[in-house]
């Protein structure tokens, strides 16, 4: 119980590896705020944490609208006055289809909420956290936002954007408590994997397997505990840091 009086927010918290982290920070003590689009998914998040033991609310929150995002730290200031943790986790996948081909309008939105989303959450975490003392920020980027992917132009664009806003965030809050990091998993049972297909579809399934050394796809309670660590003290040092969560799918 490390994070025991502390507060920590998780964006995209209803569902996949939201919800673990959510959990995750729920048994280290924090109180946890979930933040989602989707209320059914966010309230379960919600009782998931307090039948643990934890203490969590819910504030439906849209992070691609910049007074959404206000909405929700006025929210957490009011609920538990102070921001210790965020995770910015949010995302979507948008759609599979070659660059020249990409729909404009899909492309927008990838951005917006993988991208945009982001640092519109860092805009009003930061000036609490500068006000505390002191924070943590992970931002959820990827493998691919280290490595291309075909037809996931948007999706790899933002997600190499993510390491990028996050590396200039660190270097700029460096000295005055703030630490800025992102983790970037590989392929994790989630349900974005099931929209993709990939989770239906044996023969995808066992071709995306043997994109990780370690021959299984990773679960969302080992990209939990990656981010718990981060804004941990043992990471007291760590900043600026993109790390791979991925069964060794870069080391390749
Ligand atoms: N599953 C994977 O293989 C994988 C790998 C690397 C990175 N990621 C990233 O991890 C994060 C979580 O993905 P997941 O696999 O758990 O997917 P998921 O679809 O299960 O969860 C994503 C959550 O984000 C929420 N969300 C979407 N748009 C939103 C918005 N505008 N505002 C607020 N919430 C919004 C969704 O409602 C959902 O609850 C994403 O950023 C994703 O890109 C996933």
């Given at each position: ?158 997600k190499h954007g993510l390491i990028g806003l996050t590396k200039t965030a660190a270097v700029e ?80």
């Amino acid at each position: 119980m490390s994070f025991k009086g502390k507060v920590a927010l998780v964006t995209g918290a209803a569902s996949g590896i939201g919800r673990s982290i959510a959990l995750a920070f729920g048994r280290e003590g924090a109180r946890v705020v979930a933040a989602d689009v989707l209320v059914e998914g966010g309230e379960e998040t919600v009782r998931l944490v307090k039948e643990a033991g934890g203490e969590a609310i819910f504030i439906k929150t849209d992070v691609s609208s910049a007074a959404e995002v206000e909405a929700l730290i006025d929210g957490i200031l009011e609920s538990y006055g102070r921001l210790d943790y965020a995770c910015n986790n949010a995302g979507i996948e948008g759609v599979l289809a070659l660059t020249a081909d990409y729909p404009e309008e899909i492309w927008r939105r990838v951005l917006d909420i993988n991208l945009t989303g982001v640092w519109l959450c860092m805009k009003h975490q930061l000036p609490v956290m500068l006000a505390q003392g002191g924070g943590a920020i992970v931002n959820m980027s990827s493998i691919l936002g280290l490595v291309g992917y075909a037809n996931a132009s948007a999706y790899v664009a933002a997600k190499h954007g993510l390491i990028g806003l996050t590396k200039t965030a660190a270097v700029e809050y460096a000295t005055r408590g703030i630490r800025v990091n992102a983790v970037c998993p590989a392929f994790i049972e989630t349900p974005m994997l099931k929209r993709a297909g990939l989770l239906d579809n044996p023969e995808f399934y066992r071709a995306v397997v043997e994109l990780h050394p370690v021959k299984r796809l990773g679960t969302p309670e080992e990209v939990a505990g990656a981010v718990v660590w981060l804004c941990s003290d043992a990471a007291s040092f760590v900043t600026g840091h993109a790390l791979l969560v991925d069964g060794g799918y870069v080391a390749r």
